[in-house]
């Protein structure tokens, strides 16, 4: 049984990854417009990840006898400057959701809750996971820089990476 705490953690935390799922592919529809059609096809695919994400704090939720709560999800920016504008929110965005998820494990421990604890310990290390994908393709960046050659790498490669995930 849940605390009513842990509940509002774990449903804002569900919604939240909503919000995960309708930015990457937001930020697809950009890469695609501008012709980035690699990062699109990547961040399309990371859109589907995050619904996954989503779906297991809600079956969680649910088999608990909790009830998951889907609220209305703030839309996410449609313009951006750069591709590596791109990348770099969608990195800040991972550090972020690491952050959430840290704050609902510390409650969770706090209320010696060890079944929401444990099903959490997926997401801490998924978060670790995240992080270092999108800090690996902000590495690119600095490695081949921003020009046109450098950018047409850099979507090629995660045309690669949306295949391989
Ligand atoms: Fe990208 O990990 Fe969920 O939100």
């Avoid at 939240?16 to 980035?36: P, V």
């Avoid at 959430?100 to 997926?122: G, Y």
């Avoid at 997401?123 to 999108?134: A, G, I, P, T």
């Amino acid at each position: 049984m849940l605390s009513a705490n842990v509940i509002k953690l774990l449903n804002a935390q569900m919604n939240l990854e909503f919000y995960s799922s309708n930015l990457y592919l937001q930020m697809s529809a950009w890469c695609e417009q501008k012709g980035y059609l690699g990062t699109a096809r990547f961040l399309s695919a990371h859109a589907a990840e995050e619904m996954q994400h989503m779906r297991k704090l809600f079956t969680y939720l649910n088999e608990t006898g909790a009830e998951a709560k889907i609220e209305a999800i703030e839309a996410p920016a449609h313009q951006y400057q750069s591709l590596r504008q791109v990348l770099e929110l969608t990195f800040e965005h991972e550090k972020l959701i690491t952050s959430k998820i840290n704050e609902l494990v510390s409650a969770t421990l706090a209320e010696k809750d060890w079944s929401a604890f444990n099903h959490l310990q997926w997401f801490v290390v998924e978060q670790h996971e995240e992080e270092k994908l999108f800090g690996n393709i902000l590495d690119k960046f600095k490695i081949l820089g921003e020009e046109g050659k450098s950018l047409f790498l850099i979507d090629k490669d995660l045309a690669a990476l949306a295949t391989a995930n």
